[in-house]
């Protein structure tokens, strides 16, 4: 039952954003407000447990491109980098940064979870970089770059301004990391 309220929590907030009430969230389960009280105390825990369940998707993805042995080592890197669980497309992210003033506790988690995580990409850079593959890096400034990005692209209007969509942007910025600016070749 939890998981199925998560999973109606996300559709609600990919459709309305953090503003959407319980009543909701209430028709989009055909539920009862009372029955969803019943799991989750309040929308702040709700929003919470939805972070934590969107991220562990996003941890899952992660995961599977990690041991996809038919990928090689800087494809890997690109793909852990740039994973969204096919759920999330559609979603708003340009209504994450009201996460912030209105749900400070799931804002944390948002921000802890991006935090974490990153012994398995760490692992594959450094791979990438004794085999030769990637440069020597500084990674965690290498991470720093990440997550200043995703924080910026998460919480500032450059979505909404430009029009491009999370996933574009992130792929973006991934590439960008990846590959640099230069042109091969010259």
């Avoid at 609600?12 to 989009?28: C, H, I, S, Y």
């Avoid at 080592?73 to 669980?85: D, F, H, K, Q, Y």
């Avoid at 708003?92 to 009201?98: I, N």
Wanted: proline letters at 2%; one cysteine or more.
């Amino acid at each position: 039952m939890n998981e199925r309220i998560l999973e109606g929590a996300l559709k609600v907030f990919r459709e309305k954003g953090p503003k959407f009430t319980m009543d909701d969230l209430a028709t989009e389960m055909k539920m009862s407000k009372k029955t969803i009280y019943t799991i989750f105390s309040d929308k702040n825990e709700l929003m919470c447990d939805m972070m934590d369940y969107a991220f562990d998707m996003i941890k899952a993805a992660e995961d599977k491109i990690y041991n996809d042995e038919s990928l090689g080592t800087v494809e890997r890197v690109r793909g852990i980098l740039a994973v969204l669980p096919e759920s999330h497309y559609g979603f708003d992210y340009t209504a994450m940064h009201q996460l912030a003033n209105k749900y400070p506790m799931a804002y944390e988690k948002m921000i802890d979870r991006l935090d974490s995580g990153w012994e398995k990409t760490f692992e594959l850079l450094r791979k990438g970089i004794t085999d030769g593959d990637i440069r020597e890096i500084d990674l965690n400034i290498f991470k720093l770059m990440y997550e200043a990005c995703v924080d910026k692209l998460l919480m500032g209007d450059y979505l909404k301004s430009s029009g491009i969509d999370y996933p574009k942007a992130l792929a973006e910025v991934v590439d960008v990391m990846i590959d640099g600016i230069v042109v091969k070749g010259k």
